[in-house]
């Protein structure tokens, strides 16, 4: 790489060298910086005056003291004198969650969060229950027919279109006595059984040509 | 040791919180009239400013949106107030230390010792620089501000807040090199 190539990255970098040594730097432009650093050595002596630059001015300001009480008791004399606040109410609710969290004792918070975790998985094993319980029960219900391998049929892929409602697409579904099989898989894609029974190539050809003109369909094609 | 969030005291200081008021003031005092220190130099106008600038704190706390640090949204504040403050004040009101600082051209027996001594010849030059160069310096040096922090609190756009350090920072070499320091650079 030329010099003049080389210029307006090196200056780039240059200008981001006191961010790099007060550590304000996103992650990757710290890396940028990390990476100049290291292939270019004239980089390098010249963060090395930045960083001298940034110990001396932490050292003259620490050497500014600090305001007297007279400053504080100027200011609360006159916050007492201000007129009485109500307390706010406009206050927004993330405030108000990490106000809450703020008061709460390390303990407390502790045994909070230990009995919020036991209510949910109470929760999430209760529902498991019932669901399993009606599986047991009833299997699993078709739109169209229903079967007991989900192997059987004739299938076809199909993806929505993005406006259509949940709505259209039972009704689209019921319409045309068609029942989802599987998915959402990746694409958004759906497999849907068309027949409970297997139907000749011609024939699902056909059926999904069909299928495609319903405005509800982005795309469908024939499945195994 | 758990402390309460900065956002959070802000919040009650809103509902008219005293001691949240008391515990902002006590966190970040010291740091709000080191930044307004240097750039109106003078101890007795920054205390003055240090009451001004907690009491806004108190009054538009309920405006704060948490969009910012809380840190970024006072260095804000401190900085208008001493502005303000510096186009009050007229040349001749600087003090005596501030007229030394400023006018420390000369050759004298300190100077002569800062150029044996770099890093005081350094600090002595940091003095020297321009308001505009001092803020930058020290928001980016001394208070951990990143490029788009100083951009919101000295209200110009990210890329001329790195130029401006650049150029801060070129004085900064050319006030070192009338010392007779030459960091050979730019």
Redesign the interface.
């Known amino acids: 790489m030329n010099e003049k190539q080389e210029a307006p990255e090196r200056q780039d970098i240059e200008q981001l060298l006191p961010w790099h040594a007060a550590g304000t730097l996103s992650r990757r432009d710290a890396q940028r910086v990390e990476d100049a650093l290291a292939r270019d050595p004239e980089l390098a002596r010249r963060y090395a005056l930045v960083r001298d630059e940034l110990a001396e001015t932490i050292h003259l300001n620490e050497t500014l003291g600090a305001p007297s009480a007279r400053a504080a008791e100027k200011l609360f004399a006159k916050i007492d004198a201000e007129p009485a606040r109500r307390a706010a109410v406009s206050l927004n609710l993330g405030n108000r969650i990490a106000d809450f969290f703020a008061s709460l004792s390390p303990r407390t918070l502790a045994w909070s969060v230990s009995a919020a975790v036991f209510a949910i998985l109470l929760q999430a094993g209760l529902i498991a229950g019932v669901l399993l319980q009606e599986t047991k029960t009833t299997g699993y219900q078709t739109a169209s027919a229903p079967t007991t391998d989900p192997g059987v049929g004739a299938f076809a892929l199909i993806r929505f279109a993005p406006q259509a409602s949940s709505d259209d697409v039972t009704k689209f579904l019921e319409a045309n006595k068609l029942s989802i099989a599987a998915g959402p898989m990746a694409g958004g894609l759906y497999k849907v059984r068309i027949a409970v029974t297997g139907i000749p190539k011609g024939e699902l050809a056909r059926i999904v040509k069909k299928l495609q003109e319903d405005k509800v369909v982005s795309f469908i094609a024939t499945a195994e | 040791m758990?402390t309460?969030?900065d956002?959070?005291l802000i919040?009650?200081i809103?509902?008219?919180d005293?001691l949240a008021?008391?515990v902002l003031?006590a966190r970040y005092?010291?740091r709000v009239?080191?930044f307004v220190?240097?750039l109106v130099r003078n101890?007795a106008t920054?205390?003055?400013l240090?009451?001004e600038v907690?009491?806004d704190i108190?009054?538009q706390a309920?405006k704060f949106?948490?969009r910012s640090a809380a840190s970024t949204w006072m260095l804000s504040i401190a900085r208008f107030k001493a502005l303000s403050a510096l186009r009050r004040r007229p040349e001749e009101e600087l003090d005596d230390e501030t007229a030394g600082q400023i006018e420390d051209q000369a050759d004298t027996p300190e100077t002569a010792l800062a150029k044996k001594d770099?890093?005081l010849a350094?600090?002595q030059c940091?003095?020297k620089l321009s308001t505009e160069h001092r803020e930058i310096?020290?928001l980016?040096?001394?208070h951990?501000?990143?490029?788009e922090?100083v951009a919101e609190i000295v209200g110009i756009p990210e890329a001329t807040v790195?130029?401006r350090?650049?150029y801060a920072?070129k004085k900064?070499s050319e006030l070192l090199q009338e010392q007779g320091i030459d960091?050979?650079?730019p």
């Open positions: 758990q309460t969030p956002e959070v919040s009650r809103a509902g008219g005293r008021m008391q003031y005092h010291v009239y080191r220190l240097r101890e920054a205390e003055d240090i009451s907690f009491l108190w009054r309920g949106e948490g770099k890093s350094l600090r940091l003095t310096i020290d980016v040096y001394y951990e501000k990143s490029v922090e790195k130029t350090m650049f920072r900064l960091r050979g650079w």
